[in-house]
């Protein structure tokens, strides 16, 4: 239903506009995933690629007239050494950059790839490092704690708390000047972020800073803890400052 209202968004734009949505449109689709679930062989600890991913088409040819867009879909554009794992075991070393428009991990073999035509499987059992950063694909909670799965990046994890971010990105799209006087705005990529807590074992919510609501995901044993070293919620306002408050109860009745 998305599709078809996009196709039909298309149709009623004029040939500028029409021209800049069928490009963002096949860019979308070039790196959507179109064959089925693979099949494993967990005892391997350097087993095929194609046992740990799942096809996607090529992505050759997205660079092709999308100059114009500002921005990219990824967090880091060029592939980063990484680390794959199968349930905690370590499947080998491979190039990963996150796509975080699609929320993909995609794969590749050669580090100057500019382009990929695999990505890992979205499942729980399989989580990777890139560089220093540690990218799980996990069950959590939107602000309105609706169910949602995705890519979440590990930022703390302790005794009794973990932290998470949610990085992802938004396409905006750009705009003709309707007069000489005006300027065309450009499309863009967006980059946004959203902090998640959980205790020990428990879904993972998105959590705005500088609430009350903090309090609510906090164990009832350390909530009282936590209040009287932060007196002013409205001073966690970054997340450092969340991590380093989680840390202090985190340490307490172990």
Known sequence: MIFYNYVLLIL????????LK???LAFTFSTYICFGQPTFNYGSSSSELFEVTKKINSVKSYETG???IIGSAYI???FQSGVIFKNSESDGSWFIRYNAYNDEMEIS???DSNSSAEALLKTKEIYCII??????YKNYLDESSSDKEGYLREVFTGNKYE????????FKEGKKAKTTLESDIPAKFIYKFQILLAAKNSTPKVLKLKSKKILNLLLKEDRKSFSENNPSLRKINDLEKLISSIKVIDKKNN
């Open 12 to 19: 009623n734009s004029n040939n500028n506009e029409m021209n």
């Open 76 to 78: 880091n554009d060029a």
């Open 22 to 24: 069928l490009t963002f």
């Open 131 to 136: 560089g220093n950063e540690k990218y799980l």
């Open 109 to 111: 073999k050669n580090p």
């Open 66 to 68: 999308l100059e114009d």
């Open 163 to 170: 932290i998470y971010v949610r990085d992802y990105k938004k």
